[in-house]
């Protein structure tokens, strides 16, 4: 977040505008001295008239320059935060986008940039302008009447306390607001991402229950927030507001006297006005660049997150057996998912997790993939730990199929490209072919070439899950999880997916696979029955029967169904 050299010179610029403004004054006072000595001349009205339109053309000038500098340096210092974030976003732990809530990264990267931006171009510079007529106005009263520029220095000095109780709750305030902000910001993600299933059932708009929450939050801190903050400002303005009769008092008492002269009388009387709204609007300004500063300190929260390791060398293990030993996880603390976990899946070899909703087969895929991390224990892949490799190390070692498939709104062919960026057109297209796509997608306008739309919404749940197939193909990784790939598709789809997932599986790869139905996982070489996070059975088909345990008893029941 440095400056640069067009936010120093913007900076500069107003303070040189600021002052030539401030001679506005200067101008004033000399004008109303010749107005009441009547030597008011036309050849000194045209002086004065020039150098007034002088002053105004170099004030705008000199304002259009500073202006222009101020927003190219703002934005330049925008864009070069919004591609550090980018890449920072890169290297957090894959597990918080996971636990945290996406509203605080989408806030980062839109919101509170352009929220910070706006200190840079705007809050800073207006701040610094009116500052410095501040100032002139009180070396101009001084020279006028030391008294009376003491009277101004002390209503700015009374600045200094109404702006901490201000900034004190901005602080308070301003950052639960931001807070509920963020809340405001997922929650409503989430309700535009789901409107369908929403609006299915009833609950879109108003009878949304948790956006209506949300929102409401969010009008009532928002309410709260002004309430506190106003009446410091009413009460500033009000002290601030009663120089203007004091200077009256004081000048005129002076003037009655004979020793301050009626010109200086009328310019201290008028002064204050406009001396008490700079200091209004300064405050005002001062007031929302700390509710802004929130933004940069939310900002920074991001680019102080935590970063995963990283490693220089490429992760190549030579086998890929992997290994989950006394790892323990939980997503909230006190809620453990597994516990004391122990599995061994042997290289290029099928293994299938069965068990019950809830008892932890998903997550141990996203251990196993490194989108968490586990509290304890480790996780190996062909010997190696991967505790101390990066996320993209240990994916790059690995295809995952999974129940929900993230399309871009891209065409077909890029979004199969994203699995192997190197790979050409024919590639992709064999990809395709063998994950079953052919056939759908030359019935599509423009083939390979279609878009798909948002999140592949174009496409059904069935051509969306083979071209997930198709990316694990074109990747052409030595592991390979299969989360419930046939989960929640009709007859016809599933017969296409498991087609598919048959000319994935003609490669020796290690595969975990996680099946609903156990006809599906019957060969593979090893099934491993996951029960409140640990392993309860392991085996082939066969014995896991013998056994007569809770895989045989799942087994009877899919049967009788």
Request: glycine share 6%; proline share 2%.
């Amino acid at each position: 977040m440095k400056w640069n050299n067009k936010l120093y010179l913007s900076i500069l610029c107003v303070i040189l505008e600021g002052l030539l403004s401030g001679s506005n004054f200067m101008v004033m006072f000399y004008i109303f001295r010749i107005l009441l000595t009547r030597q008011m001349e036309m050849e000194k009205i045209m002086v004065i008239t020039g150098g007034i339109g002088a002053i105004f053309i170099l004030r705008l000038l000199i304002y259009s320059f500073s202006y222009v500098q101020g927003q190219l340096g703002g934005a330049k210092v925008s864009r070069e935060i919004r591609l550090f974030l980018g890449d920072k976003l890169k290297r957090i732990p894959l597990s918080r986008f996971q636990k945290s809530q996406t509203g605080e990264y989408i806030n980062a990267a839109t919101e509170n940039i352009n929220s910070y931006e706006q200190i840079l171009t705007h809050k800073v510079g207006d701040v610094i302008k009116n500052l410095t007529l501040v100032i002139m106005l009180i070396v101009f009263v001084s020279t006028l009447y030391v008294p009376s520029g003491l009277i101004l220095l002390l209503a700015l000095l009374m600045f200094i306390p109404a702006i901490a109780l201000s900034f004190r709750a901005v602080k308070k305030y301003g950052r639960k607001k931001n807070e509920i902000c963020v809340e405001n910001v997922s929650s409503m993600v989430e309700y535009i991402t789901g409107i369908q299933t929403f609006r299915a059932y009833g609950i879109g708009g108003r009878k949304n229950k948790s956006v209506m929450s949300s929102m409401k939050k969010f009008s009532d801190i928002s309410f709260i927030y002004e309430s506190k903050i106003i009446p410091d400002g009413v009460m500033y303005s009000i002290l601030i507001g009663s120089s203007l009769p004091i200077e009256i008092i004081v000048a005129g008492n002076q003037w009655n006297q004979g020793r301050l002269d009626t010109v200086s009388f009328v310019m201290i009387c008028l002064l204050p006005l406009f001396f008490t709204k700079l200091l209004g609007s300064i405050f005002v300004d001062m007031t929302s660049y700390k509710n802004l500063m929130i933004a940069k300190n939310k900002i920074n929260a991001v680019i102080q997150m935590p970063e995963e390791n990283q490693m220089n060398s490429d992760f190549q293990p030579k086998k890929h057996d992997i290994v989950l030993e006394h790892v323990d996880f939980s997503y909230e603390p006190g809620q453990s998912i597994c516990k004391n976990l122990n599995l061994c899946i042997e290289n290029q070899k099928l293994t299938a997790i069965v068990g019950e909703s809830g008892s932890g087969k998903s997550t141990i895929l996203n251990l196993i993939a490194k989108y968490y991390e586990p509290d304890a224990g480790e996780v190996r892949i062909g010997g190696y730990s991967i505790m101390d490799k990066g996320t993209e190390q240990v994916l790059s070692q690995i295809s995952t199929v999974e129940q929900e498939v993230f399309l871009f709104n891209d065409t077909i062919r890029n979004n199969i490209r994203y699995a192997r960026p190197q790979a050409d057109d024919i590639e992709i297209e064999l990809a395709c072919k063998e994950a079953n796509c052919e056939e759908f997608i030359k019935k599509l306008p423009m083939g390979y070439e279609t878009n798909v739309g948002e999140n592949g919404n174009q496409l059904s749940g069935g051509e969306r899950q083979r071209l997930s197939i198709a990316r694990a193909i074109l990747k052409d990784a030595p592991i390979l999880l299969l989360d419930e790939a046939t989960a929640n598709l009709d007859v016809e789809n599933e017969l296409a997916v498991k087609l598919a997932i048959k000319n994935l599986l003609k490669k020796k790869k290690t595969v975990v696979m996680i099946a609903h139905t156990m006809s599906i996982v019957k060969n593979a070489d090893k099934i491993v029955v996951i029960a409140n996070g640990k392993v309860k059975e392991e085996g082939t088909h066969e014995k896991l029967l013998r056994l007569n345990g809770k895989y045989a008893d799942m087994w009877k029941a899919e049967q009788m169904l």
